[in-house]
DNA sequence: CGCCAATCATTGGTGCACCAACGATTGGTG
DNA sequence: CACCAATCGTTGGTGCACCAATGATTGGCG
């Protein structure tokens, strides 16, 4: 059996090519988010908080799409980096409530320069960049959609 | 400001799509995998294997874009799940020859049935899964081009 | 021929990610 | 009003993933 024909080589994988662009890209960020203290994954709840705070663990978790036990930590990381403040929700004590300290805050205004610098590196056409968004959509859709039907 | 011209708008970020993409399909691929025994990374591994074997920790780690301290614990669960032998070559003692045992390339019949699984699955259309592929494998040559020029 | 830098795999440390189990809190229902 | 099921966050366990340091082996160069 030809590599051209077998449905099994590695190199026609698309979760093979999904796990190592997602893997690769992490990179290119690292050295961008690890000056001002942050991993992808945290940088991503910031993103979430900066566009709106407080947010619970469980609304973060289903707006990430991440367990709340990984978030549990991760949240506590943040609060020692002294990004994000933790407290009860007053109404429900069940609740945390999640917001953004001053330093958290303000981190924002170095965050808008990452996108663009990721860009520039990247040195990719815009347009295929959102149309490869727009197919990620699409399979996340899909794979929800599967996942709940089960 | 706006979410719709917000450049730190999380669902306009590839890298958060990527991310997520990545980890919704490794969920689909988790209930196909677990009566193998296998994890997803494990399924990586064992595809490069199918491909060639034996092979070093070196090779696999280039090939899988993988850290060699990832992929050392990785192999020795592979190894005591039966599926691989694990040992020195003797051309070079520094080099690991990865082998296939008798079970891990009889594992190969089963693992054939995975990938049209997952596209029934996904049920999506099987030209834009190719050319997501190729948009993805361009980000890849691109960050990693970018990670080298460093 | 003996040393030395390069190569290879492993190890330890930190941080994600998922799952299952748990304890506290809450709101509805008998 | 008292229970009871649902919700929420946390915890512990396993397995990835990266990085830096380590130790063994090798091949080249003086």
Redesign the pocket.
């Known amino acids: 059996m030809t590599v051209a024909s077998d449905p099994l080589a590695l190199d026609r994988q698309v979760c093979f090519a999904l796990?190592v662009a997602s893997?690769?890209v992490?990179?290119i960020y690292?050295p961008l988010l690890e000056p001002m203290g942050?991993?992808?994954?945290?940088y991503?709840v910031m993103l979430a908080l900066w566009e709106r705070a407080p947010r619970?663990?469980?609304?973060?978790?289903d707006v990430?799409?991440?367990?709340?036990?990984?978030?549990?930590?991760?949240?506590?990381?943040l609060e020692s980096a002294g990004y994000v403040r933790?407290e009860r929700?007053h109404?429900?004590?069940?609740?945390?409530?999640?917001t953004l300290t001053e330093a958290g805050a303000v981190l924002r205004a170095r965050a808008e320069r990452i996108p663009p610098a990721i860009v520039a590196t990247l040195g990719m056409d815009l347009a295929e960049l959102e149309q490869l968004h727009a197919s990620l959509t699409r399979v996340i859709d899909a794979a929800r959609t599967a996942q709940s039907d089960t």
């Open positions: 796990v893997r690769t992490n990179a690292r942050l991993t992808h994954p945290q991503l619970s663990v469980r609304e973060l978790s990430l799409q991440l367990d709340p036990g990984t978030l549990s930590p991760l949240l506590k990381r933790r929700d109404r429900d004590e069940r609740m945390l409530a999640v």
